[in-house]
């Protein structure tokens, strides 16, 4: 840190915070050892920020007084950017964008230039979104070679591959979203393909809706799959092939309540916010749906941490606790300033994977301030989420928000000018010949915020609080309970808190059976899988209405929700003018996973066969994170019988670890278990200490051992794929629970995130 800029304040993080920065965000030597703490970090990117404003002649003075403000800002955790950017600003890479779209035109040579610019961008720690629908359907004919055309499923797997090989090695894992019209005549292999939960795993799907779809859906009425080469009703034996519009919605319907996808986008509702619709028109969002973009556009996100937006005042008329929270909204307009402010530099200081990209984001310069800590702020005010109350304050903050931010842009146009194609956009009347100047074409947006919210120690973006107490894995599989801050001061002063009570939430995840606890206790505090889907949708509706671009937000359902139930939240989704919406029922993809297996049997006897005086066997070396490991497997019949393991220098608990493992797999090969199974539930474990060798990445010592028996006893002989971790809800690095939320994945114990 600079001598000129030193500050009083200092990150006051989280155990949890802290783990997640040195995971995934401090900079490390070429050991993997942390080299940089949380308050060089914030200043690297505050520096690194504050930087471009050299650009329109503002004095150095001027320039430190900025870095300053934007240190203290995220230090305070009043606003976090984007992951990218924290991880990459003032570093050599430089590439500060969370996501981006990239066009699928119909030929070969843009699919492979797409699933290349693709891979750039995830090497580079961003995702990306695509519609697919200019794809010829699967059969058509292909004039330049005589052949038929795979159909856009097929070029999603191609860019899955290509996704699942470079996330191996990236700091932050690659993800897309795969877009198809309602009217592709492929739409049914689309709707279904992630039945199998193998398939397409770096992917969320939505389907593209207009508003004439919804249309026969009401009236019940078949609607026309167009091709998309030629913009015609397709036709089969010279006949129109159409399909009932409700037949089609009632099936994404049953889809999204089997496995939570497909989600969907009302795509005339993402134009009507579109500012440039003369430029194009929207087909495709980011990963997680929140943010639309022309091709090659890239998204800057940061959010508010609505938490901090608070300050105590007097409350005489309760004697018991003489003060209360109030919306500090001159705090906030402030923060909403620096918050347009840094963004928009962020669009100067990025380092673009790709010319177009660059080109385009700085023709449009959108950005996208959100909040995140909402469930938060609301406890601290005493309203329950699902209450009209919320709802309304929702509308009064977004509000507040964009009309500061839109005043902070418009300020910026004044002094740095407006955005290159402003006259292109809805900003300029193109009669009167004059119009609106702002810097940005689009300022707000509400985006998941997982992991940052974790950094910023508050609830992510507007979802509910996901518990109030909960387990958290540490240290050598230590159990820990972990609460809430907000609600374990609250516990204390009412005087029902204890460690026994903690933890028995803990287990449950809801506080509605507990009745020590106070029932205004319990409605400040509802969290996700109490609140009905109708007040998720309705304060989804809230926040769009002052979003320009659109809100991340997952329906959270309990496990026994019935298909009418997620009919009706995206019909209300549909009423309430949302742009999009997902669903998530609780279990739904551990669910879908054991519905592959075939009808149970009567139970058999198992027999564990003795071991034999002499086995005849193979030691193979195979390196891991943790040292050299090897493993030794004996065979009975040609078939593995026992393994064994031995670690280099790693300690005893790993040396311990590993020789429980090789005896359960050994149990399990004297009990009669297939190799093959024994592997698929191995294979993919992920852990701390992850490390490429020459057929790909080891990810752990079960996994490495995993990969000596497919080599030996599986190869050639038609295994079936290994089902990923993360489709069984574990997370893929540190072994800890999912949680489904906002159109992503996040682990709140590492901060792992699928998008």
């Not at 964009?402 to 000018?417: D, N």
């Amino acid at each position: 840190m600079d001598k000129e800029l030193r500050t009083d304040v200092k990150p006051n993080l989280s155990v949890n915070a802290v783990k997640v920065l040195e995971r995934r965000y401090l900079i490390k030597d070429e050991n993997g050892k942390v080299i940089e703490t949380p308050e060089e970090l914030f200043w690297r990117v505050a520096k690194a920020l504050a930087a471009p404003d050299l650009k329109y002649g503002v004095s150095t003075d001027e320039v430190e007084n900025t870095t300053r403000e934007f240190y203290e800002m995220m230090a305070n955790l009043e606003f976090i950017p984007n992951s990218p950017t924290l991880m990459n600003a003032g570093r050599p890479l430089g590439q500060l964008s969370a996501c981006f779209v990239l066009p699928v035109e119909d030929t070969m040579e843009s699919i492979f230039d797409t699933v290349k610019h693709a891979a750039l961008i995830h090497k580079s720690g961003g995702g990306t979104g695509f519609a697919f629908s200019r794809l010829r359907p699967k059969g058509s004919m292909v004039a330049s070679t005589s052949g038929v055309a795979s159909g856009p499923v097929s070029f999603m797997k191609v860019v899955n591959a290509a996704t699942e090989a470079v996330k191996q090695g990236g700091t932050r894992r690659g993800a897309n979203m795969g877009m198809l019209r309602v009217d592709h005549p492929d739409i049914i292999d689309f709707i279904t393909v992630k039945d199998d939960l193998n398939e397409l795993i770096n992917f969320n799907i939505s389907v593209v809706i207009p508003d004439s779809f919804m249309e026969k859906v009401e009236k019940d009425e078949d609607y026309d799959l167009i091709d998309p080469r030629n913009k015609r009703i397709c036709l089969k034996d010279g006949q129109p092939v159409r399909l009932n519009a409700r037949k089609t919605f009632r099936m994404i319907i049953e889809h999204a309540w089997k496995t939570g996808e497909p989600g969907v986008m009302f795509v005339d509702r993402m134009n009507s916010g579109n500012p440039s619709p003369k430029v194009a028109l929207y087909e495709a969002t980011n990963p997680c749906g929140e943010q639309p973009l022309l091709p090659y556009e890239s998204c800057n996100l940061g959010s508010i941490n609505l938490s901090k937006m608070l300050k105590t005042v007097v409350d005489a008329s309760n004697p018991s606790r003489p003060y209360k929270y109030e919306i500090d909204w001159d705090k906030l307009a402030g923060t909403v300033e620096k918050g347009v402010h840094f963004l928009d530099n962020v669009i100067e200081a990025n380092k673009y994977p790709l010319n177009n990209i660059d080109k385009w984001t700085k023709d449009l310069r959108k950005i996208g301030l959100g909040v995140m800590g909402w469930a938060d702020m609301l406890t601290l005010l005493e309203i329950p989420y699902d209450s009209e109350q919320a709802l309304q304050l929702g509308e009064q903050v977004m509000s507040f928000i964009k009309e500061k931010s839109h005043a902070a842009s418009r300020r910026l146009a004044e002094t740095r000018g407006v955005f290159p194609l402003w006259k292109k956009s809805f900003f300029f009347n193109e009669e009167a010949g004059f119009g609106t100047p702002m810097r940005n074409s689009t300022v707000t947006t509400i985006a998941p915020a997982g992991t940052i919210s974790i950094i910023a120690g508050c609830s992510s973006g507007i979802e509910p609080i996901f518990a109030v107490s909960y387990v958290r894995n540490v240290m050598d599989n230590t159990k820990l309970v972990e609460v809430n801050p907000h609600f374990e001061k609250v516990a204390k002063e009412r005087g029902f808190f204890s460690e026994e009570l903690m933890e028995r939430i803990s287990q449950t995840g809801s506080m509605a059976h507990f009745s020590e606890i106070p029932e205004d206790v319990k409605q400040s505090f509802v969290t996700s899988h109490d609140i009905k889907p109708e007040w998720h949708i309705k304060m989804q509706a809230s926040f769009q209405k002052f979003t320009d671009n659109a809100v991340s937000k997952t329906i959270n359902l309990p496990e026994e929700a019935t298909v009418e139930d997620v009919e009706t939240a995206y019909w209300m989704a549909y009423k309430l003018n949302c742009k999009g919406v997902t669903v998530y029922r609780d279990g739904c993809r551990k669910g879908q996973v054991l519905s592959f297996k075939k009808e149970s049997k009567k139970p058999e006897q198992v027999t564990i066969k003795e071991r034999p005086d002499l086995l005849q066997g193979f030691t193979e070396k195979i390196k891991t994170g943790y040292g050299n490991l090897y493993v030794t497997v004996n065979t009975f019949n040609g078939k593995p019988f026992e393994v064994f393991a031995q670690i280099g220098k790693s300690g005893y608990t790993t040396m311990a670890d590993t020789e429980a493992v090789c005896r359960l797999i050994s149990l399990a090969f004297r009990s009669g278990v297939k190799v093959e199974d024994v592997v698929e539930q191995l294979m993919g474990i992920g852990g701390a200490s992850q490390i490429f060798q020459e057929g790909g990445i080891v990810t752990s010592i079960p996994d490495a051992i995993a990969k000596v028996l497919k080599k030996h006893f599986i190869n050639g002989k038609g295994n079936k794929s290994v089902k990923k971790d993360i489709d069984l809800e574990i997370c893929p690095d540190c072994g800890g629970g999912l949680v489904y939320k906002e159109g992503c994945v996040l682990c709140y114990e590492c901060g792992f995130s699928k998008c």
